[in-house]
Nanobody, 114 residues
Framework: QVQLVESGGGLVQPGGSLRLSCAAS????????MGWYRQAPGKQRELVAS???????NYADSVKGRFTISRDNAKNTVYLQMNSLKPDDTAVYYC????????WGQGTQVTVSS
């Protein structure tokens, strides 16, 4: 059974930075796509960024130029470096892995507030 465990969320002031990590336990099917969704109160879950097994990336327009996704295949870990954070980035961030079987993490809260 694969589990995705997120870490790195928290409270940060506008303009600040956070780095999210998501480590997958167990063996993942390959190829796969790993990434992050987020859901703010009262809003639908939206894709933030994704990265394939070979490193192809995709970003939501709202985070381009501020967020960077990366992965370490040897560690089955995906990262999301978030810079220049805005209050609109406040949400629960969910890690996922899409392959023959899809997996989701439990989510980590990111709050951007002064």
């Amino acid at each position: 059974q694969v589990q995705l465990v997120e870490s790195g969320g928290g409270l940060v002031q506008p303009g600040g930075s956070l780095r999210l990590s998501c480590a997958a336990s167990g063996r993942l099917f390959s190829p796969n796509v790993m990434g992050w969704y987020r859901q703010a109160p009262g809003k639908q879950r939206e894709l933030v960024a994704s990265i394939s097994s070979v490193g192809s990336t995709n970003y939501a327009d709202s985070v381009k130029g501020r967020f960077t996704i990366s992965r370490d295949n040897a560690k089955n870990t995906v990262y999301l470096q978030m810079n220049s954070l805005k209050p609109d980035d406040t949400a629960v961030y969910y890690c996922y892995c899409r392959s023959l079987i899809n997996y989701w993490g439990q989510g980590t809260q990111v709050t951007v507030s002064s």
